[in-house]
């Protein structure tokens, strides 16, 4: 297994190399630009334009910043044509040593942008997915057992019409409902809140925590409980019949031991699957349901650098994605082994 996993990381170096190539391209090729819209929005004359160019390091050749952008430009601090600014924006280290630059947009550390959104995203999707398959888990498997009863025509109908609401829909009747419509009885205000993690200056109050959890949670579970409660169920029919489970029934063990413990365990595999390509959403954020319910995490954050073209965000978040997607496989893969003896890697 070691040797295993050892390999996988190896192999994942050489694709991060590959997608922060790809990223950088297609994201600094994109029509547009950080200094698109400042010499009309505010009137800037051209060599100011310029000199915010080269403040940028923006005035390089796309593989000369892709350089600096990797490994810094500490190494060459140069002034080519005598202004007293650098050839390019201040000293930096680069990304293989932990330095993503400055943003455009604010001028402050891109990590330290990072730093302050990313425990709100893993903190609302981490409680979504846990929401989630708190209740697909039991859903999926009752729905198993008890095939083609009033219950699990009524959870396929559900898992059908879940899987076809689009995230942003949903929060928006949410919003509607809970919001516009709905309105506390003794104060009149609205019935839940729709922005924000808390109440601002109200004192710290678990409860006013949990409240501003219940539509975003609401709105970002509801996809995947569909979506797992039925992979699940069809997972279990695969399973629900086999040898082994007939062994274990007449070795004695009780229906719900034989049925939790045994055949759910090898269900889960593919569920497994699922999940892997499910975690980076814990990282890079649901960035239609932060937008709606205005939570400040990543993925509003990667919306905001979108609009604004701020590129040192933009690749910080992209990368931070693309090694969540790798690591989540390669965890999904160790768990193949834990959940199924008879899966080894040499």
Excluded: C
Excluded at 46 to 55: A, F, G
Excluded at 61 to 86: A, H, R
Excluded at 245 to 258: F, H, P, Q, Y
């Amino acid at each position: 297994m070691a040797q295993y996993v050892t390999r996988r990381l190896l192999q994942a170096i050489v694709i991060m190399f590959l997608l922060s190539v790809l990223f950088f391209a297609l994201v600094n090729l994109a029509p547009g630009g950080p200094l698109a819209g400042y010499g009309q929005a505010r009137r800037i004359p051209p060599e100011r334009m310029l000199i915010l160019k080269r403040q940028l390091g923006l005035d390089k050749p796309i593989p000369f910043q892709y350089v600096v952008w990797l490994i810094g430009n500490d190494w060459m601090k140069v002034d080519s044509n005598g202004d007293g600014l650098p050839d390019s924006p201040g000293s930096r280290r680069g990304v293989l040593r932990g330095d993503f630059g400055y943003s455009f947009r604010t001028r402050q550390p891109v990590l330290d942008e990072i730093n302050i959104r990313l425990p709100n995203t893993i903190y609302l999707m981490g409680i979504t997915l846990l929401v989630a398959l708190g209740f697909a888990i039991p859903i999926g498997v009752i729905s198993a057992i008890k095939q083609y009863s009033i219950f699990d025509i009524a959870v396929t109908t559900f898992a059908f019409a879940g899987q076809a609401l689009p995230d942003f829909w949903l929060g928006l009747i949410l919003i509607i409902i809970f919001y516009v419509w709905l309105k506390n009885p003794i104060t009149g205000a609205p019935l839940l809140p729709v922005g924000g993690i808390y109440t601002i200056g109200a004192p710290f109050s678990i409860m006013d925590r949990i409240v501003h959890l219940i539509l975003p949670v609401t709105a970002g579970a509801m996809g995947w409980l569909a979506w797992y409660s039925r992979f699940l169920r069809s997972s279990m029919l695969d399973v629900i019949n086999q040898d082994y489970l007939r062994t274990a029934r007449a070795k004695g063990l009780s229906e719900r031991r034989v049925m939790f413990k045994h055949a759910l365990r090898n269900a889960l595999i593919p569920l497994v699957t699922l999940l892997a390509l499910d975690l980076p959403y814990i990282f890079g954020g649901a960035v239609f349901i932060e937008m709606l319910f205005s939570w400040p995490g990543m993925g509003l954050l990667y919306y905001q650098a979108a609009l604004q073209r701020d590129y040192p965000i933009l690749m910080a978040v992209l990368i931070i994605g693309g090694i969540a997607i790798i690591l989540s496989n390669l965890l999904a893969d160790v768990l193949y082994a834990y959940l199924d003896p008879r899966i080894r890697y040499s």
